[in-house]
């Protein structure tokens, strides 16, 4: 989830604060343990899973969550003693979001210049290990296994188990942990892909070693930052032709 769609979750709800749906006993004071919570009616599961939703979205919030404060600014609209209205307290928070990610749109672009220097380190490195082979565009490859099959081409589908991480370790993807394998046209995932599928033949097992221009270049993907170094486990089960 993105920070646009947390801040989007979180204006909805206090939206929604603001307009009566936190009724009934969401004016008692006090914050009660799950065990001490009783769902007598509607109102009741409204008010209390209304407050479950904000909780997981404040959870995902780029900042410090401080659940007093939340708390002071729920319970101000609720009594109709807050200062501000609906729209200007609207305003003011978008005003500090678009600050706000501003400063991590520096943050990210400080930190992808730092993996490109990282992962160029990296390559270097690597690349003089024994058995590691680069090709002419910067991949490197290694072979785990060798099997006796077919290899793709290009317009191939092709079947496999894989396993991602970053060159620190961290796994960001893996099919292994599904437990069920994927498969793709090869000419539609990353450069770093399409060319090292091609070098292995059915039944091998490589690692692939993915520059950032073949991968996802300068953009953030996901659990994967700009101009990271890929590191993939392949295990190329089958060959279909392209329909």
Do not use: C
């Amino acid at each position: 989830m993105n920070n646009r769609q947390i801040i989007t979750l979180i204006v909805v709800a206090v939206a929604a604060l603001a307009a009566g749906y936190f009724i009934g006993s969401s004016t008692s004071s006090g914050v009660k343990s799950e065990n001490q919570i009783s769902l007598q009616n509607q109102n009741d599961s409204l008010n209390y899973f209304l407050g479950l939703n904000m909780g997981y979205s404040l959870e995902q919030a780029p900042w410090d969550v401080d659940a007093g404060m939340v708390s002071s600014g729920i319970t101000q609209v609720i009594s109709d003693s807050s200062m501000y209205t609906q729209m200007t307290a609207d305003a003011i928070f978008r005003q500090l979001n678009v600050a706000l990610s501003e400063v991590e749109s520096q943050k990210a672009e400080v930190e992808s210049l730092d993996n490109l220097e990282e992962g160029a380190a990296f390559l270097e490195e690597n690349g003089k290990r024994e058995g590691v082979m680069t090709t002419e565009s910067g991949l490197q490859y290694e072979v785990v296994t060798e099997g006796t099959g077919a290899r793709p081409i290009e317009t191939s589908n092709v079947t496999v188990h894989y396993e991602g991480t970053l060159i620190d370790g961290t796994v960001f993807d893996s099919s292994y942990e599904s437990g069920e394998p994927i498969s793709f046209p090869l000419n539609g995932v990353i450069p770093g892909w399409t060319e090292g599928l091609q070098l292995m033949t059915v039944g091998s097992t490589y690692k692939l070693y993915i520059p950032s221009g073949l991968g996802y270049g300068p953009r953030s993907s996901g659990p994967i930052p700009g101009n990271s170094v890929l590191t993939f486990k392949v295990e190329l089960l089958e060959i279909a032709a392209a329909e």
